[in-house]
């Protein structure tokens, strides 16, 4: 009997069609990575897991998938651990490795390791997949791709700006319109000040971060579990309830919060980003939300979050400012700042929108027809000349019926289709078709390569 085949939930396979919208996504992002001055690194899909637990709070922990020990990976436990109350114990004795959960800490690593090796500021892009023990639902899926750039070594709000400009410049080419919401961790941090709860920040952050999913009675229904009194939440309604323009938002929280000295900080820090870009041309909107938290515990100052206007989906792209998280590997006084584009979802919301430009669906160029073996011997050299010219060609491999040749490329959605037969061998001028609009016309190879080259 056949072996059932398939894959894990919530990962993929991607066909030839979406492989090739992918990187037409990929090279667009990495293309404005590049024209900001940003470079490659890459890091193992796997890290050891004293690196990755305890940097995403509780709750991102017990979404990392662990790495079993090779060999007998029980050999240094024993039988009384093999029950669920010892989980927290049994973990470390089997697994010391696990499959990384973000870019962002293991950017942290690959920082402290190499501190000697680096210009700072260093400025860094990194794509790359990363994976998380969800469960699987649309815009949600186990393995991921994600396309990182972050700052590290300077504490200059100048570096959430363009950040920000950033962001606007990869959805304007990718023609998705967007809104960019803005935070400051020390505006949340204030809010627990001054609701005297400052030890509860964490706690306070996680509910906030699920305001969108499940809401504000049930965010209060959390937080009520958490330790929050009644006058509390009523404390916190006006602070997460407030609307208005940007500037009314921070007058209203200069108010609130200012006070404190978390706040007062949050409020000129995010107040300093807005004021410059308002003189720049961000084409998105961009909204202060003062709810914004992201749930990641190493935040300590701004806080990114993009979402579609024209989809229902999650963040599509998120990040935020770090002060402490290399300090945690031995290198202390080391801010950076960074955001983390979710290419997956934003796949997702350019299939929705239909949003891929033609020219995404396909690579090769030219299909040349094979119509027998001198045929194919003749379209070899010309197919050399029209590859060397920078163009993706290919020849047809079998001298089979004419209808199956130009029916592989309609499916292949390759343009243009080259006949060399005969005659035209003869006479060094080739029959042209260009399948979209079933012209067709006689042309010399050096014609060719121009109507190619001048996307005609």
Not at 40 to 53: K, Q, Y
Not at 226 to 231: A, Y
Request: charged share 25%.
């Amino acid at each position: 009997m056949a072996q059932k085949v398939g894959i894990p939930k919530g990962t993929r396979d991607f066909n030839p069609d979406q492989m090739m919208k992918r990187n037409y996504l990929f090279d667009t992002i990495k293309e404005v990575f590049q024209r900001y001055g940003y470079l490659p690194i890459e890091t193992p899909s796997m890290e050891n897991l004293s690196t990755l637990m305890g940097k995403y709070g509780e709750e991102g922990d017990k979404l990392l998938f662990k790495v079993l020990n090779s060999g007998n990976y029980l050999s240094k436990t024993s039988p009384d651990l093999l029950h669920e109350d010892s989980l927290n114990k049994l973990t470390p004795l089997i697994s010391e490795k696990g499959l990384r959960y973000d870019l962002t800490v293991p950017f942290a690593r690959f920082v402290v390791q190499h501190q000697n090796d680096l210009q700072f500021p260093f400025k860094r892009y990194q794509i790359q997949p990363v994976w998380r023990a969800d469960r699987p639902q649309k815009g949600r899926y186990r393995e991921f791709y994600q396309c990182d750039v972050d700052v590290i070594g300077s504490t200059s709000l100048l570096n959430e700006v363009e950040l920000v400009r950033m962001i606007d410049d990869v959805f304007t080419e990718l023609d998705i319109n967007i809104v960019i919401k803005l935070n400051n961790r020390k505006i949340l941090s204030g809010i627990a000040q001054t609701i005297d709860k400052p030890e509860l920040l964490t706690d306070l952050t996680t509910a906030i971060d699920k305001l969108d999913k499940i809401g504000l009675d049930k965010v209060y229904e959390e937080l009520t579990l958490k330790g929050f009194s009644v006058d509390e939440l009523k404390q916190l309604e006006p602070i997460i309830n407030l609307g208005g323009s940007n500037d009314s938002k921070l007058n209203c929280l200069r108010e609130l919060i200012g006070h404190t000295k978390d706040g007062s900080d949050g409020i000129v820090e995010l107040n300093t980003v807005l004021k410059h870009l308002k003189t720049l041309k961000i084409k998105a909107d961009v909204e202060l939300d003062q709810s914004l938290a992201r749930g990641l515990n190493y935040y300590t100052g701004a806080i990114i979050e993009v979402k579609a206007k024209d989809v229902q989906m999650g963040s599509i792209c998120g990040g935020g400012r770090y002060d402490d998280l290399t300090s945690i590997f031995g290198l202390p006084n080391v801010s950076g700042v960074g955001v983390s584009f979710g290419a997956d979802r934003i796949y997702d919301v350019m299939e929705e929108l239909e949003l891929f430009p033609e020219t995404a669906h396909h690579t090769t160029q030219l299909l040349i027809v094979n119509f027998g073996e001198a045929e194919a011997s003749h379209s070899l050299v010309l197919l050399q000349k029209i590859q060397r010219a920078g163009i993706n060609a290919e020849l047809y491999p079998d001298a089979d019926k004419l209808k199956k040749q130009m029916k592989y490329a309609d499916q292949k959605k390759i343009p243009l289709v080259l006949l060399v037969g005969e005659e035209e061998i003869k006479s060094n001028s080739y029959n042209l078709k260009h399948m979209k609009t079933g012209l067709q016309e006689n042309v010399t190879v050096e014609q060719l390569i121009k109507i190619i080259k001048s996307g005609i």
